[in-house]
């Protein structure tokens, strides 16, 4: 028997990597795929598929790539033996949602929850580099990021490149429309909604936040303190961030190599003599996290600083959701 | 009478800049420039000059845009009643001389030294924020960049800007040569060499290392724990940081803003409700140092994060030394 797996939001970047990366995870006799393209209607509380409801209330497992509006409808139509993996940022906080980077957490998963989030691409990414470091105990945490066009979805992609062609051609860059301001030649700050007011969180976009509540979540360190600046960069694809964290311990630069070296799902590149490093146009289409410059602090014995470079659209988003659904299936 | 003002590595991007805002530092009666490009012939000890050694000898001050090995040299050759202003990093860290951004340490100036060091660009817009902060004390510095091609002189310019041309028109890219790695679409740590070992630093590249050192020695606190990680993105021009401080207090965010905004090279930049942040491509072509996203820590009472753009060839380079030169002669 074969099991139907559905992909809500399947003509969205996210959708589209889950449906091509599927035959990875799973051998092709073990799955039948079933796209679901999703619109919510506009004023009303009515969630559209373009393939049919019976369709999806058939699929064992429903991932979804779409939007938080279409997840929490989504949740409301699960039937009891089927298992929603969710993209969106919609139940990620909810302390009854298990938040799951496999290679971190992934012992969550042998309860079978019924519904599981799949964190922000730039937590996971962090995440997976920072997990190796667990046990010798993390006290603070800061990360700047290099963020990719694409993490704004396809239209944020198309933008860019627009943007790329125009300059090339010596014309007029067209009037951004996904990111505030124009991202070719530019760095921006990220372009989610900033916290306002004056209380904690004050001043953050919420891409930041995100990666500071799920960070701590994902590796249950719940008052851990950890800021993040997120920024895009005229990238199309692959997150990079620059890293810095306090330690429990004074590790050497080799016993810290050793454990980024054997953390799950990392990659190191660290070649000092070629100045070969963690650099997106590498760490595109793969699912690895790449991790170098690893350096201890100049001053604080117990600081390392490091940068990791991965694909948000895989590891950062489908392959890690199609990991999470194959920890499920194999039970 | 007119004061003779050489500029040695006219025809480098630092030059050209110097040679160009002159006239917005002196009036056009006070100052006659001179441009002298400077080669050192390989294997040799000598520096060529396009212009006369003479005429080097006439000036009342010369500003060097040009490299550590002609820096040297100069020096050798300024008479009693010149003023060397070097832009290189020959004498940066020489106690003997002084290390100067007008705005933070310009009382140096006041012993009216014969030589002195034009700071690092990543260095000076960094310490022109930081400034702002000395009074209540600076405990703790992390700074991750964004770092413009143009910072590696017109040939790093000119190879960014035939990567996007290739782009553009769907060729490949042509094999980099100043770049280790092609940086357009892409993101690179700093292509300065790697400090090797495993003392203090190691791992560090130059560039990094000279934000460490000089920001110490400009703030003139001598063991402040700073790190940085130095990073290229496919701009063409301006420097981007992501800052991150631990003060001696707890300051309200209003507080902090506000010596921000007094503090002198600054202009803030910080409009939560329409996402405009310090950005490259504002920054350019003009001397102020943007600062924004401002915000306290989530965690730590003490600390806050911030981001920062500015011209890395104006006020990192030409115009601070040509604000140098000002204060000199104004006496």
Redesign the interface.
């Known amino acids: 028997m074969t099991l139907k797996v559905g992909v809500v939001g399947a003509t969205g970047l996210v959708g589209i990597e889950i449906l091509k990366l599927m035959p990875q995870f799973l051998r092709k006799s073990e799955f039948t795929p079933v796209g679901f393209a999703s619109r919510v209607r506009p004023g009303e509380n009515i969630l559209e598929l373009a393939s049919s409801w019976d369709e999806l209330r058939r699929c064992d497992y429903v991932l979804s790539g779409a939007t938080s509006e279409v997840a929490l409808m989504l949740r409301e139509h699960m039937r009891p033996n089927q298992f929603l993996i969710d993209n969106s940022s919609a139940f990620r906080m909810d302390p009854s949602v298990p938040l799951v980077v496999p290679e971190v957490n992934g012992d969550l998963l042998k309860a079978r929850p019924p519904l599981v989030a799949n964190p922000n691409c730039t937590a996971i990414l962090l995440c997976v580099a920072l997990a190796a470091f667990r046990k010798v105990g993390l006290n603070?945490v800061?990360v700047?990021t290099?963020q990719a066009a694409s993490g704004a979805g396809i239209k944020g992609l198309e933008e860019l490149d627009r943007q790329?062609?125009a300059?090339?051609?010596g014309e007029h860059v067209p009037k951004p429309e996904v990111f505030?301001?124009?991202l070719a030649?530019?760095?921006?700050?990220h372009?989610s909604?900033?916290r306002?007011g004056?209380s904690?969180?004050?001043?953050?976009?919420e891409e930041e936040w995100k990666v500071?509540e799920e960070t701590r979540k994902i590796l249950d360190v719940r008052?851990?303190?950890?800021?993040a600046?997120c920024?895009r960069?005229?990238?199309?694809r692959a997150h990079?961030e620059?890293v810095?964290v306090d330690l429990g311990e004074d590790l050497s630069?080799e016993a810290a190599r050793e454990l980024l070296r054997a953390a799950p799902g990392v990659k190191m590149v660290d070649d000092?003599?070629?100045?070969?490093?963690p650099?997106?146009?590498e760490s595109q289409d793969q699912d690895l996290v790449f991790v170098?410059?690893?350096?201890?602090?100049?001053?604080?014995a117990k600081?390392l600083?490091f940068?990791l470079?991965g694909d948000q659209l895989r590891k950062g988003a489908a392959s890690n959701a199609l990991q999470i659904m194959k920890a499920l299936v194999d039970g």
């Open positions: 603070r800061n700047a290099y790329h062609a300059l090339a051609k505030p301001f124009q030649g530019n760095v921006l700050s372009n909604s900033i306002s004056t904690v969180g004050a001043g953050y976009n500071i008052h851990l303190p950890i800021s600046t920024i960069v005229p990238v199309r990079t620059a810095s630069l000092w003599e070629s100045n070969h490093f650099m997106p146009i170098g410059r690893v350096r201890k602090d100049p001053s604080l600081t600083h940068m470079s």
